[in-house]
């Protein structure tokens, strides 16, 4: 029982260029979201899924597209890399809704757009 | 929009120590959540307190939730230098979808 899994762990773009993360879980877990971790920013929540083939936009979803073609997995995907989009991503998932069960998170990737 | 503000922002203390974090709030709330981040590494799950209820208990661990203060706080007993981490808490709000919202955490050192 991997639970949370992201690849990759490091990545460092050139501006324009894009790239897609990947999130997968082994937990049968109907929710998915991305966030983003800022020094001093806590975290900001990108986009999330509550289904396979369902996706909504989070609090920062501006630059950024997601996919959920199967349950277990959740995209990120970046179309024209900014500087400002360097970050820590980090890939979560639950059982049910937001608000009534915890969200296992996977180790982050850390993504630097020069 | 960040919603907890975490106090303080850095703690030090040695082992043995108790440690104490607050977080304050702004609007209503479903429950709160305590995550704890090793540098790193992804959030952890702590505990989970509903609005309904005002003090829970988790082996060394102990959060408290004001509901007429809009405030939460964390106490760690008997601390370890294993607890050394960053501490968020996390508000699923009313009226918001119950979208988590974080904290900007508060970093615990503690030295042995």
């Known amino acids: 029982n991997a639970g949370v899994t992201q690849t990759p762990k490091f990545r460092v773009l050139k501006t324009g260029q894009s790239m897609t993360l990947l999130c997968a879980q082994d937990m049968n877990h109907e929710y998915m979201y991305w966030y983003r971790q800022d020094p001093g920013m806590g975290l900001r929540l990108i986009h999330y899924s509550v289904g396979e083939g369902t996706t909504a936009k989070g609090e920062v979803p501006d630059g950024y597209n997601v996919s959920r073609l199967k349950k277990q997995n959740f995209l990120l995907g970046l179309e024209s890399a900014a500087p400002s989009q360097t970050s820590v991503y980090f890939c979560a998932s639950s059982y049910a809704g937001f608000s009534y069960n915890e969200q296992f998170f996977g180790p982050g990737t850390r993504l630097t757009v020069l | 929009s960040q919603q907890g503000e975490e106090d303080p922002q850095a703690l030090s203390i040695q082992e043995g120590e108790n440690a104490t974090m607050n977080c304050s709030y702004k609007?209503?709330?479903?429950?709160l959540q305590w995550y704890r981040q090793n540098s790193g590494r992804g959030l952890v799950h702590l505990i989970l307190i509903r609005s309904n209820e005002r003090e829970k208990h988790s082996g060394r661990l102990r959060v408290t939730l004001d509901t007429s203060k809009k405030s939460s706080s964390l106490l760690i007993t008997a601390s370890r230098a294993a607890d050394t981490a960053s501490y968020f808490c996390?508000?699923?709000?009313?009226?918001?979808?119950?979208?988590?919202?974080f904290g900007q955490g508060t970093e615990l050192s503690v030295k042995p």
């Open positions: 609007t209503s709330i479903n429950n």
């Open positions: 996390a508000t699923a709000n009313l009226g918001q979808g119950g979208k988590l919202i």
